[in-house]
């Protein structure tokens, strides 16, 4: 960042900002540079410290005239923080600790978060379970540190997790009355590993895993016993713990294989999968009823349109979000498979993330087919990025799901407020009948192709020239506003109170 002279640093200077006090609780360290010959040794430690032990971004503020000064910048060899220990290691007892509760559990279970993918731990993360037989649940960050095609995966858990998710860490509960009845226990041993129990993850915590043993391992000291206190916390590297787990379990391996918990999970699976249907309150959408003629059989339903880019893309594109409905409906019904394949904004919520996400990752990844899935509302916040993708070639797809609505907003609306609205419709209100802001003429006016499609015998079409476009690429897809994000666990509240059918 650029800040004002050295000399003028507290007068108030012109358009002087305390970019270090400003960005101290949002970043993991900043530097406020005041010697030109101190910069190379910064800049080699602010990239050691954000790459290093739980990532996490680091601020230069630059004054004016540090700019401006010469320098012969000499780059440390080596970078040495006291006090800094990025990669903490698990002690062997407690290793061992762990392998004595995997031996006296019947119900293990495995919770994973982002940590594992930063800690480029997935490999030693499959190796486990195929050394174990425990099946996997990851949070919405953990997406992909674990395949979702594999049958031990549940997929995700939480506030729109998938039913079998969150049954099998808190058991299967219903609420009957002011009585919550269990049918089914969930995890007896719940091992957490780069989590952080976030409260879209836990719902009410104090009832979360309330009958399971619970460890937590994670390289951020200040995680442990933070949001939910454990049995057991361990202060280590993931890599390194599975790692290191793995090779005592080759020599001590499990005499269990839990062949009565994985029926459980099946039986779960079996009984409430992701699943969706199409509403005649579909066609209360003016814009839409005016596209489909009226015919509830053209009407396209936002997680149909996942399913089809999951398929044509085999499986293996790179999928950037925005934040919203679609970015839970793209959680649920495209199934990941490697890490950093799905890439979203889920702890902050940022609206306007996918754009720039996905741009970012196809100059990364150019030999991957990279999609922007992403809401109207939410693309509106970040469109001008169409211009970057244009001018720099960069082939990037958008498909956005158009419901003319926040789409998250109403659902809270409609669920909690009544259904009244406080801004929510994004649309015209002259013209309901109309889409609007016309994505297309926004699209060709940056220079980039774009087509509308609205019909659902016409989807399949129209994806296949989005993904064989050699050039960025926008396809607007129009969507009901009336349909709701399922499962859907209400703030603070249990998987008892789980809606998981409309």
């Known amino acids: 960042t650029g800040q004002v002279p050295t000399h003028l640093i507290g007068r108030n200077a012109f358009q002087e900002t305390d970019m270090f006090g400003l960005t101290l609780p949002i970043v993991k360290h900043n530097y406020l540079v005041t010697d030109v010959n101190d910069l190379a040794r910064i800049v080699k430690e602010a990239f050691y410290i954000a790459s290093t032990g739980r990532p996490g971004p680091v601020v230069i503020d630059l004054p004016k005239d540090i700019q401006q000064a010469k320098t012969q910048p000499i780059f440390p060899y080596e970078v040495s923080l006291r006090g800094y220990d990025p990669n903490p290691k698990a002690a062997e007892l407690e290793l061992n600790e762990i392998i004595g509760l995997l031996e006296t559990s019947d119900r293990p279970l495995l919770l994973v978060g982002g940590g594992i993918i930063a800690a480029n731990a997935a490999n030693e993360l499959r190796e486990f379970v195929e050394l174990t037989g425990v099946p996997v649940v ?282 009244n609205r406080g801004h929510t419709y994004i649309g015209d209100p002259k013209h309901p009948e109309k889409v609007y802001p016309d994505f297309l003429t926004l699209a060709e006016g940056f220079g980039v192709k774009a087509e509308r499609v609205a019909r659902k015998s016409e989807l399949k079409a129209a994806l296949e020239r989005l993904l064989t476009a050699d050039e960025p690429y926008v396809l607007d897809v129009v969507v009901p506003y009336t349909e709701h994000v399922l499962p859907f666990i209400p703030p603070g509240k249990t998987v008892a109170d789980m809606m998981y059918e409309k």
């Open 138 to 419: 990851t949070t919405i960050k953990g997406i992909g540190a674990f395949p979702e095609t594999h049958p031990l995966s549940l997929k995700w858990l939480g506030m729109h997790g998938t039913p079998y998710a969150n049954w099998a860490v808190n058991g299967e509960l219903v609420r009957k009355g002011d009585k919550i009845v269990q049918l089914a226990p969930g995890a007896d041993l719940l091992l957490t590993i780069g989590m952080r129990f976030n409260d879209r993850v836990t719902g009410d915590v104090k009832k979360f895993c309330e009958h399971g043993t619970i460890v937590h391992v994670d390289v951020d000291v200040s995680e442990l016993n933070k949001n939910k206190r454990v049995h057991l916390a361990i202060h280590s590297d993931a890599k390194y713990f599975l790692s290191r787990l793995n090779v005592l379990l080759k020599k001590r391996p499990l005499g269990k294989k839990y062949h009565a918990w994985h029926q459980q999970i099946a039986a779960w699976k079996e009984k409430a999968p992701l699943k969706y249907s199409v509403s005649p309150d579909a066609l209360k959408s003016k814009y839409l009823h005016a596209l489909v003629g009226g015919d509830l059989n053209e009407v396209i339903q936002p997680q149909y349109v996942i399913e089809q880019i999951y398929e044509m893309t085999e499986g293996k594109a790179i999928i950037a979000t925005g934040v919203g409905q679609h970015q839970m409906w793209t959680a649920q019904y495209y199934k990941f498979t490697e890490p950093r394949q799905f890439i979203s904004s889920c702890g902050l919520g940022a609206m306007g993330f996918g754009l720039p996400a996905a741009i970012g990752a196809k100059v990364g990844r150019p030999d991957k087919v990279v999609i922007d899935i992403d809401g109207d509302g939410s693309l509106l916040m970040n469109i001008q990025e169409l211009a970057t993708a244009h001018i720099e070639k960069i082939p990037v797809k958008v498909v956005v799901l158009n419901n003319q609505h926040l789409g998250m907003v109403v659902q809270w609306e409609d669920r909690f407020y009544g259904g």
